[in-house]
Nanobody, 112 residues
């Protein structure tokens, strides 16, 4: 079964950085549009960044200039590099494509 697994979350101070990884199994991620989403407590899940099969990227206004989405096809992985993190970035982060179910996500907490 095609699945995506997120990792790399953790606790970081404001202004810090984290890199999240999305590893595909049972499918090649470079065939699909991949999105990184997040859901904060009490809020709806939102799209943070996306990357097309051809490498085109899109970002939510709130993260533009701070987050970067990228692919490493030989590792079947999509990354989300997050810099200049703010407390409002605290959420569970998920990666998703059109055919895989939602995974467990990875918790990102930005706090001093």
């Amino acid at each position: 079964q095609a699945q995506l697994a997120e990792s790399g979350g953790g606790l970081v101070q404001p202004g810090g950085s984290l890199r999240l990884s999305c590893l595909g199994s049972g499918l090649r991620l470079d065939y699909y549009v991949i999105g990184w989403y997040r859901q904060a407590p009490g809020k709806e899940r939102e799209l943070v960044a996306g990357i097309s099969a051809g490498g085109a990227t899109t970002y939510a206004t709130s993260v533009k200039g701070r987050f970067t989405i990228s692919r490493e096809n030989d590792k079947n992985t999509v990354y989300l590099q997050m810099n200049s993190l703010k407390p409002e970035d605290t959420a569970v982060y998920y990666c998703k494509n059109s055919i895989s179910p939602w995974g467990q996500g990875t918790q990102v907490t930005v706090s001093s």
